[in-house]
């Protein structure tokens, strides 16, 4: 059964929701569609009298959280059953909340792991409101997310982020502990499928309290055949469907404290058996291997026994144990820092003592100057009247004065020595005193070394901190010197392509305008050699019906187109060099 506070978290985000003017109020209207959802969920008769009794004397105004909370007490939440789905609460309040604040964030996970880092949030959340999370909880669940992945966790990353973390705050709230995910700022590099794989198994833990899940043969009651069944296991009861998609159901095996779970010996072909035994019926199944067996019979136990003794989920006492720590070492600080504050006001106050007494000790001894110099002064002027009279007094009345005197005088002596007595007292009583002021300040002196080197080692700290943090300065350093290093070479290729690319275009352009200057050329030179041979057939006719006939030399006869002998050699010298001046002429008009 979900605890009261872990039911009114994902509640309180639904409220802040439709508080748009962020004033702790909600109208009324609101109140009731959100009081009207929140009964569908939970499977409450929704009483639509009861808000509008509740809050009769606020028809028109809106309605301020600390009037909703006592409705929502008394009305929804101390009516609640444990068969509603508290997964279909979450998707409501998230529905409502979550436009608010991440529909303009480009976040490099899906809406669904988005969702699912919201409830581990509200998981792990102290229960206080505003919700945050603190630093030892969220490493509880990067240490979780990063082993759900298989990746090695790298500590001194995320105590630099403590340390940048700590300068402002120590906590975060559920948007920014969603944009430290979504933003890979601890899993930047790892593959994003991965990084869903490993939320949802987060997920699965901690929010479905889903203690193991996986692949395992089951055999069957009727048919006594064997099929293959994805497994979850729960505190209270292990479902089985068909495939991991959950989306058909084929059974579900409940666990109470008469429950238990033994190994089978190897049978029917099957190696890794164990069965659970109910009240009711028992169920054999056959695990992939001898580690898997042993998980899951060890699982299946440590179920049991928290069902034997009361207790919540692992996880639940994990973070309740959690918590007590961090209480527990909170109150010790602040009984350290109350005892520290004491011993340092116990440390003034002896201090003013001291002070004080050491005041009074100088003025007793001046006081005790002061009285010998006046018994001293009176000593010597009664010596000198003791003198005088005795010179006077001559008689025995004289005498028998005389001797009264120096009983007097006897008196008088033992009275002073009395005074010296007391005196020497007060002188012994100063020396304890001083000796008590000695020993105070070597209490002190030790004190003060003691904090000297509780600063020291802080210093000490601080300077490793300050070297850590230059190294991861520097680090960064060199990594955007890379990142600029590698921004510039691809610069330089893509410049360098470009200008390849546009010298290909030109060649290309230049290779078809040849091609169209050789066509011109071509069809030049063709009708050129057709307007050639048109002339020469005409010129050729011309001269052989003009050709004069004369007597033929003795000389060989050359043979020519038009027959034997039918132009000199002159002429055929002067046809060559007209051609070869044509031909000249045709090249270098083309």
């Avoid at 600063?455 to 300077?463: D, G, M, S, T």
């Amino acid at each position: 059964m979900l605890s009261r506070d872990e039911i009114l978290k994902p509640i309180w985000y639904a409220f802040t929701a439709l508080d748009v003017d962020r004033n702790g109020k909600v109208s009324k209207s609101q109140l009731k569609v959100l009081s009207h959802n929140l009964c569908t969920i939970l499977k409450i008769p929704h009483n639509t009298s009861a808000l509008e009794e509740h809050f009769k004397d606020d028809d028109e105004g809106p309605v301020s959280t600390q009037g909703y909370m006592p409705y929502l007490n008394m009305f929804i939440l101390d009516k609640i059953q444990a068969n509603f789905d508290f997964n279909e609460l979450n998707k409501m309040c998230w529905t409502l909340s979550a436009p608010k604040h991440i529909s303009s964030k480009h976040l490099l996970i899906s809406e669904a792991d988005t969702f699912k880092v919201w409830c581990i949030f509200n998981f792990l959340s102290e229960d206080k409101y505003p919700l945050h999370i603190v630093t030892e909880e969220l490493e509880y669940f990067l240490r979780r997310l990063f082993a759900a992945m298989g990746c090695s966790w790298n500590e001194d990353r995320f105590e630099g982020y403590k340390m940048q973390l700590g300068a402002k705050k120590k906590h975060l709230n559920a948007w920014e502990l969603i944009e430290l995910i979504g933003m890979g700022h601890f899993t930047k590099g790892i593959n994003p499928q991965t990084l869903s794989m490993g939320i949802n198994e987060v997920y699965q833990e901690l929010v479905m309290d889903v203690v193991k899940q996986g692949y395992m043969m089951k055999k069957g009651h009727k048919r006594k055949n064997w099929t293959e069944r994805w497994f979850e296991l729960h505190l209270n009861y292990m479902s089985y469907y068909v495939s991991e998609d959950l989306i058909e159901q084929k059974g579900c095996i409940s666990l109470d404290r008469n429950c238990c779970v033994e190994s089978l010996p190897d049978k029917d072909g099957k190696k890794n058996l164990f069965i659970i035994k109910c009240v009711e019926k028992s169920f054999e199944i056959n695990a992939s291997d001898k580690k898997a067996k042993q998980e899951w019979i060890q699982a299946i136990q440590d179920c049991i026994v928290h069902i034997r003794q009361g207790l919540s989920s692992p996880h639940r006492e994990s973070r309740q144990k959690r918590r007590e720590l961090r209480n527990r070492m909170k109150a010790e600080q602040e009984m350290m820092e109350n005892r520290m504050r004491q011993l340092q006001l116990a440390n003034e106050s002896k201090q003013a003592q001291l002070e004080a007494m050491t005041k009074n000790l100088q003025e007793a001894s001046m006081r005790g100057d002061l009285e010998e110099q006046r018994r001293v002064l009176t000593q010597k002027e009664l010596l000198d009247q003791y003198r005088r009279d005795l010179e006077q007094e001559k008689m025995v009345t004289a005498r028998m004065q005389m001797e009264e005197q120096v009983v007097e005088k006897a008196n008088e002596v033992e009275q002073y020595w009395q005074r010296m007595q007391e005196l020497e007292d007060m002188y012994r009583q100063l020396k304890k005193a001083l000796d008590d002021e000695r020993q105070a300040k070597e209490d002190e002196e030790a004190l003060r070394k003691l904090q000297a080197r509780l600063l020291q080692e802080e210093a000490n700290k601080r300077l490793e901190l300050e070297q850590i943090h230059h190294q991861q300065q520097e680090i960064l350093s060199q990594s955007q010197k890379e990142k600029e290093e590698l921004e510039r070479e691809r610069a330089e290729k893509e410049s360098a392509l470009q200008a390849a690319q546009e010298q290909l275009q030109s060649l290309r352009r230049q290779r078809e305008g040849a091609q169209e200057e050789y066509m011109v050329v071509t069809k030049k030179l063709e009708r050129a050699a057709n307007k050639t041979k048109n002339w020469k057939h005409k010129v050729s006719k011309h001269e052989g019906l003009l050709q004069i006939i004369q007597p033929g030399n003795k000389s060989p006869t050359k043979m020519t187109n038009w027959g034997q002998a039918a132009f000199t050699e002159t002429e055929l010298n002067e046809m060559e060099r007209i051609w070869q001046e044509n031909k000249t002429r045709s090249y270098d008009g083309q």
